[in-house]
């Protein structure tokens, strides 16, 4: 695949980057939005990132900026968003048959708060059936014979590949981290029910969130700001090394023996470079997360999907139907309301382990990409940090044996977001350099 | 008005009793679905509790029902929709000019799973503009000069009125509660979380739900079943009298002295039917409850309404502009976090209260439907169980000076709903005799 183009097109610019070129004045939304689509044009055959994008569309948008004299804090910025997103003026399918061509009424808070701030809609990226598993048709940039990741499959790919400097994906289990990690991309998740899901296809809505996808923390940072709507406040000056929590979890062994190895070694260079690194070890009931997780997860997306059940059984893949489904529907009431007191519990809990610690270090994903288009990899990295509403990001700074992008994920405690991103910028610049 | 048609006509009957007449062939969908539109014949140019009505449709509904033999637990039972959920053979336009004639692609779940079980979606009754304060048409049935109550309007007036047995709503603050005890119906806001929300207009995740309005307790338990998706499992036979926390809140001088008496009075009643009856103080920080809500409405609801406020500003009544949105745009996301954490903070806590209790009972509203239909009544009594997330039932127990119905609320502690069920039926029972 050709990484190799000269770097610092306008493509390969940050948003951060393209706000400040189009203020500037140094580069205008219609030149941005062409070298993004140069790209697409470039690589879309091979990546399949893109479920709906209409260049004309979207350069006549780009010009009406440019003409608009609009100023914001995402000004010039092209944006994909996950085909489970709501936009008013391209279709939604929400990966499903069910839906092909449907075109809602209006944008998703998300589009409408991007779209305020300046930033344009350069199309909607490819997602799974209903952002579960059954996988759409978008390759891993790195290697087109290996999955992205999912739920978020095209919005994972677009940023990795340089496609988009930002995109939106959601996350119930790791459907914004494991594929940013598999994508070589930097994702967040953020604390649960801060940034507005208005417009997006609820999957089961007591775990999900919006997933941003960047290319930089300082990105990520400015994204939150934007979809909170307010005036963004960049990431501290550096300050002091964080104290960091090295959690391996009870599903260390679900990892790819390199991964642990590349984790633990980067452990030691953080302590090595100033952090203050200690043993995290979850209380020992967290190893009840993944059922539970189960249980909340299936029962609300049964119910949330009774209409496409009871109206068009047949447009639902075989996958979904015996797996989320089935479950969702054989899971009782008492099941449902125990997970979720189990739930509530952990999280009640959860914040203890950052007594000496202000993140904690652990897996994004088990590893690369696995080999292959028909799964979306091993969800179990995520699964404790979405159930316990906890936020979230995964930076690229590892390579797998075979040179392809493994992320490192950073978890804080809820509502410490913006100390997430001074640790996970601190941490970047130690283990990238 | 005409209160007076002879009982038990087949629109007065309750949707327990409706699924018994239809399962036991002593009624048919359609003979029932006749009889309320029958009544909205007679009540509606009075009333006006209906958005879309299309009878013809609805006939045509039943009749199909009917012929397929289908049996479900809530089999022929007509239910009306507030105009803020979506269904995908009726427009539905959330109250708001934006949105006229709008037909969405597929039923809320809430519809779809009432549909599942047997109902007969009636038509989509008013809600003010976006569930928010702006009134619609609705007036109140007891007394066409008084308003129903919002934001819930239609749904509490077409109950309230014997038009249909059930109706949904949505509650941010007091918006079912509330205009049920001005209808004299039965309402239930569930434990926030439990029933799903897709397909709802979202006014402020972070405390909206559904809420189910109907003219009996054993229909609201129905109702919940049927929401849950679940096998309905009906109140337990009469067990012993429940312990009651009469609870005046801080906002006990807001109420009407009639109000006040009425509860009180009633609190002496229950005494001496043999309830154990304690007073019950609320936590001191519980009066920054109402502050905390606002914040936590309205930021969410300025965030939420993005598209609406950058594309359609000249299609929002001016009361929106200058109220939910201007306070929601003016509250920084650090008074929006802080909100949550205290809402939170207090959640943790209103456990404490039910030491000595299994519900509290306290003010559905302040009084009687006030006179005039530019306002929907004082939302107080409602913001702080609405905001600890505890479900609560209103009963329509009490009469004011003025001869119209009064509620009464009941409130128990999180993941307390069947408890709080059964409390209601025995209190009714009790005061209604």
């Known amino acids: 695949m050709d990484r190799n183009m ?25 030149t941005i939005v062409r070298a993004c689509l140069e790209r697409i044009a470039l690589r879309e055959p091979e990546v399949q990132a893109w479920h709906y994008l209409n260049p004309e569309q979207v350069i006549d948008y780009a010009r009406a900026l440019d003409k608009s004299g609009k100023r914001g804090p995402l000004i010039g910025v092209p944006f994909g968003i996950k085909d489970i997103i709501d936009s008013c003026d391209m279709p939604t399918s929400y990966g499903s048959p069910i839906y092909a061509g449907h075109q809602p009424k209006s944008d998703a808070a998300c589009v409408a708060l991007s779209r305020k701030a300046g930033g344009i809609l350069m199309g909607k990226t490819v997602t799974t059936e209903f952002a579960n598993q059954y996988p759409g048709k978008t390759r891993n940039p790195f290697d087109p014979t290996r999955t992205p990741g999912g739920s978020s499959s095209g919005s994972a790919a677009a940023v990795g590949d340089c496609m988009v400097p930002l995109a939106i994906g959601t996350q ?5 981290i494991r594929p940013a990690s598999f994508c070589g991309a930097f994702a967040y998740r953020p604390t649960w029910g801060d ?28 994204y939150r700001d934007v979809l909170f709507g307010t005036e963004p406040q960049p990431i501290p000056a550096e300050s002091g090394a964080p104290r960091i929590g090295f959690c391996r979890t009870h599903l260390w062994r679900v990892l790819e023996p390199y991964t642990q190895r590349l984790l633990e070694d980067a452990a030691g260079r953080l302590a090595k470079a100033g952090a203050k690194v200690t043993e995290v070890t979850l209380p020992s009931d967290f190893e009840g ?35 989320r489904i089935k479950d969702g529907l054989a899971c009782s009431v008492e099941q449902y309301l125990q997970a979720r007191s189990f739930a509530e519990k952990c999280r009640a809990v959860f914040a203890d382990s950052f007594r000496d610690c202000d993140v904690l270090l652990t897996a994004a994903a088990t590893g690369e990409a696995p080999i292959g ?13 979405t159930v316990v509403h906890a936020p979230s990001v995964t930076i690229p700074v590892f390579k797998g044996p075979n040179g392809l992008p493994v992320g490192a994920q950073l978890v804080a405690k809820r509502n410490d977001d913006r100390r997430l991103f001074e640790a996970a910028r601190w941490v970047y610049r130690r283990l990238v350099s």
């Open 373 to 385: 288009l028909s799964s979306t990899g091993n969800v179990a990295p995520s699964a404790i940090w």
């Open 289 to 323: 997360i993944e059922d539970a997780h189960r249980s909340i997860s299936s029962f609300e997306f049964a119910r949330n999907f009774t209409w496409e059940i009871e109206n068009h059984w047949e447009g639902i893949s075989q996958r979904l139907r015996n797996g």
């Open 6 to 30: 000269p770097t610092r097109q306008l493509n390969d610019l940050t948003a951060t980057e393209i706000v400040e070129a189009v203020t500037t004045g140094k580069a205008t939304c219609e």
């Open 195 to 222: 940034l507005r899901c208005v417009g997006v296809k609820e999957a089961a809505g007591s775990l999900d969130t919006l997933g941003l996808i960047a290319r930089s923390v300082e990105d990520l940072a400015l």
């Open 172 to 176: 119930t289990t790791g459907s914004t």
